[in-house]
């Protein structure tokens, strides 16, 4: 192996690892409100797993704003112009501002109506309305969070995100745990201690994430503004509509695919939901689980996408090639690992969500099925990250749209329907899906490897009013 590509490993892990973090202790906000409302019982669970995927699509709007700016900072780091980081960091504030009103907007009208949609028992309607309804009043601080962290991460800076993101967790485990039970007695030391409780339940689950999500926001801010590569000290806060517009550009085919994707998966979650109450507490308990154990993909994608657009600022082919496959194979081998060891704690691992029988019993036999999946899925995730990086947001778009719709949504339609096959039948379908896309973008990649560092658009190829001539 060459220094120069030791090196480059070296540097993909080193942004890798608080990345990593960083999701780990974003899905980890989930993860609390499951297992902490999972105690109240599996009505509980589902009206908090109900609106996971409309969740999903409405902060996915965030992602896809987070993605421009994290493609236009990363090429602007590898072109040098230190300048335009710091002016894109002052435009990622609009952005959060204004997107984060919308969603406000969007989430306060359609939260009464979301449960009836979803087909959900009536059992669970109102406190799975409620949850969601709450969690999103601060999603201007949401909105802070996701876009100005994906600032710091375009110049680098991963572990400013990771450890907003820890105060958050431990905040949301905090407020939770006055907040969802009743008064009672506990046992800490051989003491017995009473610990005052509110008793909201689902409610108070989602007063906690409220809380904790403001103060992200807010820490998000002071972690921009101590970061001398994009603080807007001494700057103009002034709108660059230029800037906004390259941002927006990448952003819309990301944007785009979240929304068809979302929507896709919003289709297959109604699809379990018909299958019971319970078959839907399995599938949002396993579902939340098993982030946790691709979570070192999701370290590696923001990682790859960063260096994906340095290396495109430097016009840099022969490292970008050298990044992909790389990364491939790393993430590939680890997560091949990581699914034997999923197999190996799938029961314990369901049953830290729920005490549930049935719902451990088929939580069980779905993480065998996702866990074959891991190492292709791991794969994806790092092409859609290389496309991201380099402005190329339409190809992981066009992929994931045919993938999700024809594989995961007709299939599971087929094999509940037609088949009889449940839900079992319903997570074969998503891990095929999961396993043609990552094939499908290894293919994409080897055909336009070459035009990757080219100008993304129009719009990249014009800055301050002058044409750049680029050269091979």
């Not at 894109?88 to 204004?98: K, L, T």
């Not at 009208?109 to 709450?134: H, K, N």
């Not at 402005?391 to 994931?400: A, E, M, Q, R």
Request: a positive charge; glycine letters at 8%.
């Amino acid at each position: 192996m060459s220094i120069e590509r030791k090196v480059m490993l070296r540097t993909l892990i080193a942004l890798s690892i608080p990345a990593c973090i960083d999701f780990m202790l974003q899905s980890a906000l989930s993860y609390a409100d499951y297992i902490m409302v999972g105690k109240l019982g599996s009505n509980a669970s589902a009206a908090v797993g109900l609106t996971q995927e409309v969740n999903y699509l409405l902060r996915g709007v965030l992602m896809a704003a987070g993605i421009g700016v994290v493609s236009y900072i990363s090429v602007s780091m590898g072109k040098r112009q230190y300048k335009d980081v710091k002016r894109a960091s002052i435009q990622s504030f609009y952005m959060s501002a204004v997107m984060g009103l919308i969603l406000l907007a969007v989430s306060f009208v359609s939260s009464p109506f979301l449960p009836e949609w979803m087909g959900a028992d009536e059992t669970i309607r109102a406190d799975a309305s409620s949850y969601f309804r709450i969690i999103y009043l601060p999603v201007v601080f949401i909105s802070l969070n996701m876009i100005l962290g994906s600032a710091l991460k375009g110049v680098g800076d991963m572990k400013t995100p990771m450890y907003v993101n820890a105060f958050m967790n431990i905040l949301n485990i905090a407020l939770n745990f006055l907040l969802i039970y009743n008064s009672r007695t506990i046992a800490v030391a051989g003491l017995r201690l009473d610990v005052w409780g509110a008793g909201l339940g689902v409610k108070g689950s989602a007063m906690g994430t409220a809380i904790a999500s403001v103060v992200g926001g807010v820490l998000m801010i002071i972690g921009v503004y101590r970061n001398p590569l994009v603080s807007p000290i001494g700057e103009r806060f002034t709108v660059n509509m230029k800037i906004i517009k390259r941002c927006i550009v990448t952003a819309i085919p990301v944007l785009l695919c979240r929304i068809t994707t979302s929507l896709g998966r919003v289709v297959f979650t109604a699809f379990i939901t018909g299958l019971g109450t319970l078959t839907l507490a399995a599938h949002t308990i396993t579902f939340t689980a098993e982030s946790a154990f691709y979570m070192a993909v999701v370290g590696a994608q923001t990682a790859v996408t960063t260096l994906a657009g340095n290396y495109k600022g430097e016009r840099n082919k022969q490292k970008l090639n050298q990044l992909t496959i790389s990364s491939c194979a790393l993430i590939a081998s680890l997560m091949f690992v990581v699914g034997i060891i999923m197999i190996a704690v799938a029961k314990p691992v369901i049953s830290f969500f729920t005490a549930d029988a049935d719902v451990i019993y088929i939580g069980t036999r779905l993480f065998y099925i996702i866990a074959v999946n891991e190492a292709i899925f791991g794969v994806s995730m790092v092409m859609e990250g290389i496309f991201n990086g380099t402005g190329d947001t339409k190809s992981p778009f066009i992929v994931s749209i045919a993938t999700l719709w024809i594989v995961r949504v007709l299939g599971t339609w087929i094999v509940i329907n037609v088949l009889g096959l449940g839900i079992y039948g319903a997570w074969i379908c998503m891990v095929s899906e999961n396993a043609v896309r990552g094939i499908a973008l290894l293919i994409r990649y080897n055909f336009v490897k070459d035009n990757l560092i080219q100008p993304s658009n129009k719009l990249e190829a014009i800055e301050n009013g002058k044409s750049i001539q680029w050269h091979s």
